[in-house]
C-alpha cells in the first residue's frame, strides 16, 4: 500500500505529492489529468516569485517537479469511490483498487458556466471567471459581472476599483448578496445594475465586444458593448464521488481542520474542493504542503 495517495493532480496535489515525497514515504498520485484547472488558464500574473507564466507552462513544470523525486504518477485515472477498511480504499473507474494508509484528496473544483454563445469561444478572450486573477487585465475597461449572489457582487465591488465600468446583471427580480455588499455595490459610481436580466449571448469578434441580454418583464433584447464579462455563478467542487463519506458543506466543499483532517482519520483534503475562502494557486499549493504534513504527522503517531 501507499503511505500517502493524492488524488488530483492539480497545484493543490502536486504540492502535497512533493513534500510527502520528500518524507521518504511511499507516495502516489492518481488524477484525472495532470496540472488542474491551470490547463485552462492564458496568463499568470500572482503566482508569487514568477513575474508572469501561462497556465500549461506552470502544469509543465509542476510535473517536472514532481518527476524529480520518487513519486508513483497515475495520470488519465478518475477516482470513484473512496471507502475507510483498516486501510483506505480509492476505488478507480477502471475497476482497480489502490489502497494507502493516509489519502489526500484534491480533486479541485470547476466554474459553473452559464451556456450561452460566445462564453467558451472567448474564454480567455474576454470571459473570465477569477476576478483576483484576471481583473487587472482590464483595466480602464467595460465589463460585465454575471450573478448577483455573493460571488458575484465582491467582484463586481472588486473590479470596479479597477475598471471603468461594471454592468452587473442578475437573473432574478432582485439581487441575493448580502446586504451589506449590497450597500457597497450601491455606493460606487461606476456600477450600473440590471435586474431580470438573461444572458442571452456574449459577442465579440477576436475578443469579447458586447453582451445580449434579454429583460425578462419585457421580453426585450438589450445590447451592452463591453470588453469583458466575469461568470459569478458558482464555483463546484468535484466532490460527488466521495457519497456520504467525507463530510462536506452545503456547497459540496470538504470541511477540513487547520491540518487539512476530514471528519475521517487518515482522510485529508486540500485546495479548492475544501472549505478554505478563498480559491487560487498559491493557496491550494500552501494547503497541499499542510495537508501532506499533516498526513506524515497522523502516520508517525498511528
Ligand atoms: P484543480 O486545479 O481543480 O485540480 C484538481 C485536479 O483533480 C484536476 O486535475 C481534476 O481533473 C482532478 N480530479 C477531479 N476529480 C477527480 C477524480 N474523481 N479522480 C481523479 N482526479 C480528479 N488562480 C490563480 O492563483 N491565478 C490565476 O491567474 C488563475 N486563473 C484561473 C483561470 C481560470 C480560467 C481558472 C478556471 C482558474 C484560475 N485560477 C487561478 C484558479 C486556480 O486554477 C485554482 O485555484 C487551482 O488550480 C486549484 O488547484 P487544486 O489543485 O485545488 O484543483
Same mark, same amino acid.
Given at each position: 500500500p501507499f503511505d500517502v495517495l493524492v488524488v488530483g493532480g492539480g497545484p493543490g496535489g502536486a504540492s502535497a505529492a512533493i513534500y510527502a515525497a520528500r518524507k521518504g514515504i511511499r507516495t502516489g498520485i492518481v488524477t484525472?489529468?495532470?496540472?488542474?484547472q491551470i490547463l485552462d488558464t492564458?496568463?499568470?500574473?500572482?503566482?508569487?516569485?514568477?513575474?508572469r507564466t501561462e497556465g500549461p507552462k506552470l502544469a509543465a513544470s509542476l510535473e517536472e517537479h514532481a518527476k524529480d523525486y520518487k513519486i508513483d504518477i497515475m495520470n488519465l485515472q478518475r477516482a470513484t469511490r473512496l471507502e475507510k477498511k483498516d486501510l483506505i480504499e480509492i476505488e478507480l473507474e477502471n475497476g482497480a483498487v489502490l489502497k494507502s494508509k493516509t489519502v489526500i484528496l484534491s480533486t479541485g473544483a470547476r466554474w459553473r458556466n452559464?451556456?450561452?454563445?460566445?462564453e467558451a469561444e472567448f474564454k480567455n478572450k474576454g470571459v473570465a471567471y477569477c476576478p483576483h486573477c484576471d481583473?487587472? $487585465?482590464? @483595466?480602464g475597461k467595460h465589463v460585465a459581472v454575471i450573478g448577483g449572489g455573493n460571488s458575484g457582487i465582491e467582484a463586481a465591488i472588486d473590479l470596479a476599483g479597477i475598471v471603468k465600468h461594471v454592468t452587473v446583471l442578475e437573473f432574478?427580480?432582485? $439581487?441575493? @448578496?448580502?446586504a451589506v455588499l449590497q450597500d457597497r455595490l450601491y455606493s460606487l459610481p461606476n456600477v450600473t445594475v440590471i435586474k431580470n436580466a438573461q444572458t442571452k449571448e456574449i459577442t465579440g469578434t477576436d475578443s469579447v465586444n458586447g453582451i445580449t441580454y434579454i429583460?425578462?418583464?419585457?421580453g426585450t433584447e438589450q445590447h451592452v458593448q463591453l470588453e469583458g464579462v466575469f461568470v459569478q455563478i458558482g464555483l463546484v467542487p468535484n466532490?460527488?464521488?466521495?457519497g456520504d463519506t467525507v463530510e462536506r458543506n452545503r456547497f459540496g466543499e470538504i470541511i477540513v481542520d487547520k491540518h487539512g483532517?476530514?471528519?475521517?482519520?487518515?482522510v485529508f483534503a486540500a485546495g479548492?474542493?475544501?472549505?478554505?475562502?478563498n480559491k487560487q494557486i498559491i493557496i491550494s499549493m500552501g494547503s497541499g504542503a499542510n495537508a501532506a504534513l499533516g498526513a506524515f504527522d497522523y502516520l508517525v503517531r498511528n
Open positions: 484525472e489529468r495532470f496540472g488542474g492564458a496568463g499568470i500574473e500572482n503566482f508569487i516569485s514568477v513575474k452559464v451556456g450561452v454563445p460566445g481583473g487587472p $487585465l482590464f @483595466a432574478m427580480d432582485e $439581487l441575493k @448578496a448580502d429583460e425578462r418583464e419585457t466532490t460527488d464521488w466521495l483532517a476530514t471528519n475521517i482519520p487518515g479548492d474542493c475544501t472549505n478554505a475562502p
